[in-house]
């Protein structure tokens, strides 16, 4: 049987389907890329058990055919063959023999693959209870987002993305690792029934996000799977059982005071003060003062900083200990040219928003800091 | 920078301060530490007098072997009260002469001098006066070293003891360390040693002509510390608390055991007093790690670390007892230890947790301790 397709086109999808698979799934059919050859097209699909991925492309062949290799070999060869068309020749034994249509390169180069055998049947069939969204929000989201999600595999639910609609056609994903947390809220065009909210896997949205680029793509649930179609791309994945904590309720609405900050100014400080920091807590102390604020840190036997910005504040002196490396990834995805911090004592959470908008909402714990600070 | 960090320490502590109460102590072999019953004692030497180290004993030393060598010397079991009194008393008289002291351990302590000889006059003559204030205030003898820096006073304190006083003279501090053995070098412990000694060296001034980088590949950034010490180069400075590594607790049994209750209700009560102290210096641990010792003496530890930080009694249980439980089997255990490590000072509150509820419990226990003793028992101890 043999296939003909484009190399690049080729290529980039066995990326994209080997990207899934756990490279701990060693010597198990899950290890291969699955080819379901048709007339005019190939899927190629991978899974990990708990995230399913099918990508198609179009191809010319002379027959239907299914078989599995292993994607990162063919990527390896792949990427050293010049553009054009390839030809895939599989043999009755699933071998494999590649070779570029370009009349420059003699040779053959065969892998051996198998048959579909006990590679699991994966249903990409997607109900009605999906929405449509654009990619480029849907990356915006995730992006503003998931810094805060937990890669810590003590509490599970903190392991992923929480996506809920608060009210009709408005989506908001959360993110935390329970000591600060990232909120975004964007209106898209229909509302979805979520059941409460679902969280998906950092792996999925991971997968989600190098694929999105422009265009729409759409985002759907079916019992405890939620599902994406992105171009020619459809992914299938688990969600993570269990509830995501009440996030509205600690995120403040009152305040004591708050100060709005130049955002560039403000991080070439704050890059300057985390030097003198370290693991696990990062902590440098944010002073605030009227019209002043002065941002500290200091390491034993190494030494110490201070920056001093000025800035506009009519509260009450404050300290704060913060996690410098928290403050950070949350400024770094701040868009607008100036930002607000607020407020709500030194033992309550610091919020961090653009200064206009409340749709997108950084709340950062702060760290106890002794007299002697 | 100068010579003004002095290393001072108490010339064989307990031993002394047992020859100073018991006069008829005096000139003779003391040995303190465990109760060699005879030659059938269990533990160690603690301290060994200078006389008694004349037989060949040495702290750590089982107590039944000094016992066998040295019969007619005066073994006697530790008074930690009396030695603490007499500890503070020596660290006050050091207190006198600088206000930077670093206490390192019972019976030595850097003290940085620097800054303080218009009032005193220089390092040497400020060794000489500590030296003659505490054997006048408390007939006990101490060694000192002096250097410009603390690992090289260490190393000086050693070489003229007991009642010695050493001067590393400054920019001569490689040459001072390098004829030295290895293991004088602070932090180089048996098995290090044994590592560079395979490698063919065994004076200081050896690691010293050596490449960095050889040091490093073998012992990570504790090569690149050894390099530089053994080049007489320590930047670390005289602090007076010195961060907590680590809190742990220890126990011998009577007699060897295999009892999972014993052994149990003991790690318990160890837990509890780890997390007390862990507490009590606001810190907060990542590590819980369970030493045993058995029969045999075969030691091992074994350890877990979390991903977060906690301060709590709970956690420190029933990971000890977890890991108990995977390292017992029928082999009778001889000592059983806990430990808890990798501190953060900073308090990292969380957004969601409730854990106010557990740790009031933990500090309502400890306010009853302080108020009524050890008797204040937790459930299961």
């Not at chain 2, 008829?24 to 030497?45: E, H, L």
């Not at chain 2, 602070?186 to 590592?195: I, T, Y």
Request: proline fraction near 3%.
């Amino acid at each position: 049987m043999k296939i003909e397709i484009d190399k690049d086109q080729l290529l980039k999808a066995v990326n994209i389907a080997d990207s899934v698979i756990n490279i701990k799934n060693v010597n198990s059919i899950l290890s291969n890329c699955l080819f379901n050859v048709s007339k005019d097209s190939v899927e190629i699909v991978s899974t990990d058990n708990e995230i399913g991925l099918k990508t198609t492309i179009d191809s010319v062949s002379d027959g239907n055919i299914s078989f599995t290799t292993n994607g990162k070999i063919l990527s390896q060869v792949l990427k050293e063959l010049p553009k054009g068309s390839v030809i895939l020749d599989i043999d009755d034994s699933y071998s494999i023999s590649i070779r570029s249509k370009s009349k420059e390169i003699k040779g053959n180069l065969k892998l051996v693959g198998t048959s579909k055998g006990d590679f699991p049947d994966i249903n990409f069939e997607m109900n009605d209870n999906l929405i449509e969204i654009d990619q480029v929000l849907l990356k915006d989201m995730i992006r503003k987002v998931i810094f805060a999600a937990s890669t810590d595999t003590v509490k599970p639910v903190f392991n992923g993305l929480f996506f809920v609609f608060e009210e009709n056609n408005k989506m908001a994903a959360v993110a935390s690792d329970s000591r600060r947390l990232s909120y975004i809220n964007t209106k898209v065009s229909s509302t979805l029934d979520f059941k409460g909210g679902l969280i998906i896997p950092l792996k999925t949205i991971n997968e989600v996000y190098k694929l999105l680029s422009s265009g729409s793509c759409k985002l759907g649930l079916m019992e405890n799977q939620c599902f994406f179609k992105i171009g020619n791309t459809d992914i299938i994945s688990r969600v993570i059982d269990g509830q995501f904590p009440n996030y509205k309720q600690v995120m403040p609405k009152d305040f004591i005071s708050f100060s709005v900050l130049d955002t560039k100014k403000f991080t070439e400080s704050l890059k300057r003060v985390m030097i003198l920091t370290k693991e696990p807590t990062y902590k440098i102390i944010l002073n605030f003062t009227k019209d002043q604020l002065v941002m500290e840190s200091k390491l034993q036997d190494i030494g110490e900083t201070q920056e001093i910005i000025d800035i506009e504040y009519s509260g009450n002196d404050i300290s704060l200990g913060i996690n410098s490396q928290y403050l950070m990834d949350s400024i770094k995805e701040i868009d607008s040219i100036s930002f607000k911090i607020s407020i709500t004592g030194n033992m309550s959470p610091v919020t961090i928003t653009p200064e206009n908008s409340a749709d997108y909402v950084s709340v950062i714990m702060p760290i106890q800091i002794k007299q002697a600070d | 920078m100068g010579l003004n960090v002095l290393h001072a320490d108490i010339d064989s502590f307990f031993a002394s301060v047992e020859q100073v109460e018991n006069p008829s102590y005096r000139n003779r072999p003391v040995i303190v530490g465990a109760d060699p019953m005879g030659g059938a004692g269990r533990g160690v030497v603690s301290t060994a007098s200078y006389e008694a180290r004349k037989f060949g004993i040495r702290s750590a030393m089982p107590i039944s072997k000094a016992y066998y060598i040295c019969p007619n010397g005066i073994f006697v079991r530790p008074n930690m009260n009396l030695y603490s009194a007499y500890s503070e008393r020596v660290m006050n008289i050091f207190r006198k002469y600088s206000p930077s002291i670093e206490q390192i351990s019972v019976d030595e302590a850097f003290i940085d001098v620097s800054g303080v000889s218009k009032l005193f006059g220089n390092a040497v003559s400020i060794a000489q006066k500590i030296r003659d204030d505490v054997k006048n205030e408390t007939s006990l003898t101490v060694s000192i070293g002096i250097a410009s820096n603390k690992a090289c006073a260490k190393i000086a304190s050693d070489i003229n003891k007991p009642d010695g006083l050493t001067v590393c003279p400054l920019g001569m501090e490689r040459d001072f360390i390098s004829d030295l053995d290895i293991t004088r070098l602070w932090g180089v412990g048996k098995k290090c040693a044994d590592k560079l000694r395979n490698i063919g060296i065994n004076k200081i001034g050896e690691i010293a002509n050596r490449r960095c980088e050889e040091f490093v590949s073998i012992f990570g950034s504790n090569g690149y510390r050894i390099w530089m010490l053994s080049n007489g180069i320590d930047g670390e400075s005289v602090s007076e608390c010195d961060e907590i590594k680590s809190i742990s607790k220890e126990h011998t049994f009577q007699a060897d055991t295999d009892s999972t209750e014993l052994l149990t209700s003991t790690i318990r009560s160890m837990a509890d007093y780890v997390t007390r102290d862990a507490r009590k210096n606001l810190l907060k641990y990542k590590t819980v790690s369970i030493k045993l010792r058995f029969s045999d003496f075969t030691t091992i530890t074994r350890s877990e670390t979390f991903s977060d930080y906690f301060d709590d009694y709970a956690t420190a249980k029933s990971s000890a007892e977890k890991l108990l439980r995977a390292n017992i089997s029928s082999r009778k255990i001889r000592l059983i230890g806990l430990s808890i490590s990798n501190f953060s000072e900073d308090i990292q509150n969380t957004l969601f947790e409730n854990t106010e509820n557990i740790l009031k419990t933990d500090m309502l226990i400890d306010k009853l301790k302080i108020k009524y003793g050890e008797k204040i028992g937790r459930c299961g101890v």
